[in-house]
């Protein structure tokens, strides 16, 4: 957490996850990925924000997607599980006392 700086904030309310490169300032309700949030900084469009994340060398990963889905992330919506995970039968394992 740590203060957001889209805004004037006391308080810390500015969270990033640098696994899925997302962040959200509770405060203000913004949020996005790294580039998002350096074109609200820099008041940039993407290219720009590319080319400032670049001279930063922060360009690590291929960023901006189109239309793909982000996997794991709340943009990519709920993941599929296959048929047969939920069906343990016959592997052994603890089976709950309702069940048994």
Not at 47 to 56: E, I, N, P, T
Request: net charge positive; aromatic share 8%; with cysteine.
């Amino acid at each position: 957490m740590a203060r957001c700086p889209l805004h004037e904030d006391n308080t810390p309310s500015f969270s990033y996850n640098t696994d899925r490169q997302l962040w959200k300032c509770h405060s203000c309700g913004e949020g996005g990925d790294t580039y998002t949030l350096i074109m609200k900084k820099e008041s940039t469009d993407f290219v720009g924000a590319r080319a400032f994340a670049a001279s930063l060398a922060l360009a690590t990963r291929d960023g901006g997607g189109g239309d793909e889905r982000v996997s794991g992330s709340a943009y990519g919506g709920r993941r599929a599980v296959p048929a047969g995970s939920r069906d343990r039968k016959g592997r052994g394992g603890y089976t709950p006392a309702w069940r048994r």
